[in-house]
């Protein structure tokens, strides 16, 4: 069965540093989410691409936090710099997109940063 | 904006009982309704969806889930727990027109005690 695939599993890093997360889509699907989801609570989306366009990113927080899709397939999210409160589980969704989206989001396994 | 409220941080049930984890919502216009689950430290795992048609909808591992539009409610159920089906589940909506990504409840922690 196709899966999300996502890298790194777990990142420590100090405050101040740059730190990436890459998300492998499953293959076919236009659309592509980040949701970070904080210890406790559910995730809440961070940026939304449809095929290399970014077509949601309202709550990402620009002035530290990148996205890009360059060629409409995998995606990397970037920090920088860290800061203590972006220690979360970053996840990693996709989803067919166009016409013959069934809706549904297939998630990743997740990175899990800890900013020390 | 679209929300989701998970009234209980936790649910405990006894193996072998019925369970339902509730869920209630508000959406602009006609919702599209989900619920997933998770284990620790793995992502979320689709369980079911409530597009059209049918009120009662059925999912994975025996999972079902009841849409009422008139209580915006989109209770999670099963006729019999198990023990492996101890996790975290959360209720998901998005509109059904505009914003594609999911808003998502709080969760719940399911127990199933032996």
């Known amino acids: 069965e196709a899966e999300v695939a996502q890298s790194p599993r777990y990142k420590i890093t100090e405050k101040s540093q740059a730190v990436a997360f890459w998300c492998d889509p499953i293959s076919g699907h236009a659309t592509l989410y980040w949701y970070r989801q904080i210890l406790g609570q559910g995730p809440e989306l961070l940026v939304q691409f449809q095929d290399e366009s970014v077509v949601d990113d309202s709550q990402l927080p620009k002035d530290r936090f990148s996205a890009e899709r360059l060629k409409g397939v995998d995606s990397t999210l970037k920090i920088q710099p860290a800061e203590l409160g972006d220690s979360a589980m970053y996840l990693c969704?996709?989803?067919?997109?166009?016409?013959?989206?069934?809706?549904?989001?297939?998630f990743g396994p997740g990175t899990r940063l800890t900013v020390t | 904006a679209q929300s989701v409220a998970q009234p209980e941080d936790q649910v405990n049930v006894a193996e072998g009982n019925p369970l339902t984890v509730k869920c209630t919502y508000s959406v602009s216009g006609n919702p599209y309704l989900f619920w997933y689950v998770q284990y620790p430290n793995r992502g979320l795992q689709f369980l079911l969806k409530y597009i059209t048609g049918d009120n009662l909808v059925k999912g994975s591992y025996g999972f079902e889930a009841e849409f009422n539009k008139s209580q915006t409610s989109f209770h999670l159920k099963k006729p019999s727990a198990l023990v492996s089906d101890s996790a975290l589940y959360f209720c998901a909506v998005r509109p059904y027109t505009g914003r594609r990504a999911l808003t998502f409840g709080s969760g719940t922690r399911l127990q199933v005690q032996p």
């Open positions: 969704a996709s989803s067919l997109g166009g016409p013959q989206d069934s809706y549904e989001q297939y």
